[in-house]
């Protein structure tokens, strides 16, 4: 911002203290002036001579544009006093909206701080969950493919159980066929030989 002709870069308090040193300046030149008249009251009661009279209204005189001079420096100084308090006054409040606007937006971050962290906890828990409930059913997977593996052996045990059974049961088999045609042989050659006994016996008669 541009600094007023005259204004000093100090701020308002080296406004304020010239204001003061101005106002006590005139409350003295206002003194010096009542003293002046009481003495010239008193010079006109009391003889006195043209000189004297002329110097103290020349002195009155002077006094009294000086008086003038310091009042019209007094209103600058105050007109300077006022732009200063306007000043300060505007950013006050431009420092008090600020100050409303960060401390909305850091109460929206804040809040949605709160937010994302309490999604994040509820993910995580979800997350513990899941990991329980998989952990769980590969467990139960695992239990599962054991009771697989017993019964895959039992299976396995059972065949090959039946596999020499089978065999047995085919030797067997073999065995008993091969006793059948021997001893259907055997009843055969047996048979044939009666038969030709029973032709002999006849002719021999």
Known sequence: MATPVGWSQGGS????LAFDQLRDVIESQEELIHQLRNVMVLQD??????????????KLVEEKAAHAKTKVLLAKEE?????ALGEVEV???QLEQEKLAFEKALSSVKSRALQESS??????????????????????????ENEIKELQQVINQQKQIFRNHMSDY???KQQENYMAQVLDQKHKKA????QARSHQRPREK
């Open 191 to 194: 048979s044939g030989t009666r």
């Open 170 to 172: 085919r030797i067997q």
């Open 119 to 144: 999604k994040k906890d509820q993910l995580i828990t979800k997350c513990n969950e899941i990991e329980s409930h998989i952990i769980k059913q590969e467990d139960i997977l695992n239990g599962k």
């Open 13 to 16: 308090g080296s406004v304020c």
């Open 91 to 93: 950013l006050s409040k």
């Open 79 to 83: 007109e300077k006093l006022q732009f």
């Open 45 to 58: 009661e009391n003889f006195v001579s043209k000189e004297e009279f002329q110097a103290v209204e020349k």
